[in-house]
């Protein structure tokens, strides 16, 4: 019985000089909003003409225009867009820090996850982790704040009413006790020029400091459910799904979603894009294209060999 024809193998010239692969390029390929399977093909056919070309090794460079030449035959000028904006990641001036603000039981923690793996990002954090360590250094009676859940701090301060501004103002002094560590976590990603996504209901508009945001090409959006029922699905589903039980964040709503629209005004007041969840699908894609027109507007992003010849060609 004959052994089916191994596909041979291309490596990419660069620092480790691996094989081409057509899961890593098709993972960068979804990045624009193609589907798996459109990507895979795509990513497929890319191997193909880096086969045909005869070389064993490829520099970056080639490989990316050979990406280029194939998304170009195959797919629409936005997609193309899109695929050049994904790859400027890596040339920016300043490195990528995206800032994904939100209530618990919207789906950022999920979105942030699968928006790392899209752009290539190895660093995800929550805010709620900092705020995990700054509660293991300080006691409860030093910085009582920190010891609870963003929604519940005013039922822990007893110098605070248990309203809608009481929620608000415990929230807040949440944020201000937090804000030096999200600050040094920011510093030392851009101190490293290390990419990353942080994610977290902390994440007001001035939280980094705008100085750091300045250091970094800085990316904000918001992840918000409208609808209360569908919030409250969420927590149920969520409850399925981990070993998180959805009673406390039920019983809660009502506070969460007081916080939801604090951080919705906030938002909208600084101009931070505001998206409502759907499907994890369509809010990553929705997601993606505010950070990847952000990155093609960005200092230090550079055109590949395609596309400076195909602008030479549309000056001729």
């Not at 089916?4 to 094989?19: A, Q």
């Not at 929550?126 to 519940?152: C, I, M, Y």
């Not at 409208?226 to 919030?231: I, S």
């Not at 927590?235 to 951080?263: K, N």
Request: hydrophobic letters at 45%; charged letters at 25%; a negative charge.
């Amino acid at each position: 019985m004959s052994q089916p024809r191994s596909t041979p193998v291309v490596r990419v010239r660069s620092g480790y000089g691996l094989p081409y692969s057509k899961g890593l390029m098709a993972q960068s390929l979804m990045a624009t909003g193609l589907a798996p399977e459109r990507s895979f093909a795509l990513a497929q056919r890319i191997e193909e003409r880096l086969v045909t070309s005869g070389s064993g090794e490829v520099e970056v460079e080639q490989l990316r225009a050979v990406a280029e030449e194939v998304v170009a035959d195959a797919e629409s000028e936005a997609v193309l867009a899109r695929f050049r904006q994904w790859w400027n990641i890596r040339n920016l001036e300043r490195p990528l820090v995206v800032l994904l603000s939100g209530v618990t039981g919207v789906g950022k923690s999920t979105v942030a996850t699968q928006l790392a793996g899209r752009l290539g990002l190895v660093h995800v954090i929550a805010t709620d982790q900092v705020r995990q360590v700054v509660r293991a250094f300080f006691s409860h009676e030093f910085l009582p704040s920190v010891h609870h859940s963003s929604f519940d701090v005013a039922r822990a301060l007893s110098d605070l009413p248990e309203d809608d501004e009481g929620t608000i103002t415990g929230f807040l002094q949440q944020v201000h006790d937090i804000a030096p560590g999200v600050d040094a976590l920011v510093e030392r990603a851009i101190s490293d020029r290390t990419p990353m996504v942080v994610e977290g209901v902390h994440l007001l508009p001035d939280l980094p400091s705008q100085a750091l945001c300045e250091q970094a090409t800085t990316v904000r959006a918001m992840i918000a459910v409208r609808d209360p029922e569908e919030h409250r699905r969420n927590f149920h589903m969520r409850g399925v799904q981990t070993l998180r039980a959805p009673e406390r964040y039920l019983e809660a709503i009502d506070r969460i979603r007081t916080l939801q629209g604090y951080l919705i005004g906030r938002a909208e007041a600084a101009g931070i894009p505001v998206i409502d969840a759907g499907g994890l699908e369509s809010t990553l894609r929705r997601v993606l294209e505010v950070v990847l027109d952000a990155v093609g507007a960005a200092p230090g992003a550079k055109l590949s060999r395609v596309a400076v010849e195909q602008a030479k060609g549309r000056e001729s």
